[in-house]
């Protein structure tokens, strides 16, 4: 389903009506059943606040946004089969490092806040108290920091600001990239710096890994399409190819960073998953 935000203000002749009935009202072709399954899943805002009530009669003056798409798709879909099994790379009382699969969210979204990996990590005896450290995109995998109390979060989130740690990322790009390559290219206005090495080539397609001196929302998607070489899979900013790989060819595979509580230097790698790594065994 396409992304849809719809945002309307509360009038005085909508006084009296259920939420999900007014949502069905006021939003073209949303039906009250589907208006009940996006409270449901967390896609609706009153004043800016997550209200999941359908039975909730709202004064007046309130601003609902409503925010529904694959999310309605993805929710249902995890709903019908068990729970992803989540590899726990390291833990201790302060973080834990999680390789996450693609097709997962990191967290909540405005679309849902139900089956990201927050979600199913929050259901852990040892992960009652979650902190989101940084973000992979949602068909990336790779490692991922979540830190265990507010203490850990604030110290593991300033090497994030300062960019002092390190992250490289695997992936597949579009076309012959003969030679290393550093791309200065700011994102939305910011600083924005990557490292491109070319590891291995064939048909018409590069393996590379990508070394992270900045940390851009889709930072590595946007770098990789400016110097030609536009990520296998990358239906947002890239093209269709002959050689398509099952989904977006990106995974975090190395993240390092220095311990919050000991200072100690830590560093953690995960290759690629079976799904990419069948994939590029399987060109020719």
Known sequence: MAAKHVRFTVAPHDAGLRLDQLLAKRVPGLSRRAARKV??????????ARVKMASKFLRPGCTVDMHVGAALERVAAAEKGAAPELEIVFEDDDF???????????????????????????ERPSSTHLHLVHRLDLETSGLLVVAKNAEAAHRLSEPFRAHDLERIYRLAVIGDMREASTVDEPIAGRPARTIFTPVERKAG???????LETGRTHQIRLHALHIGHAVLGDRRYGRATKHDPPRLALHARVLGF??????QPLRFEREWPADLGDWWSGLS
């Open 258 to 263: 220095r311990h919050p509580t000991t200072a």
């Open 96 to 122: 834990l490092v999680v390789n996450k699969p693609a097709g997962l969210a990191t967290a909540a979204t405005r679309e849902s806040d139900r089956h990201n990996l927050l979600y199913y990590l929050a």
């Open 205 to 211: 397609a590069t393996l590379a890994e990508a070394r």
């Open 39 to 48: 409270l449901d899943i967390g896609g609706v805002f009153v004043d800016r």
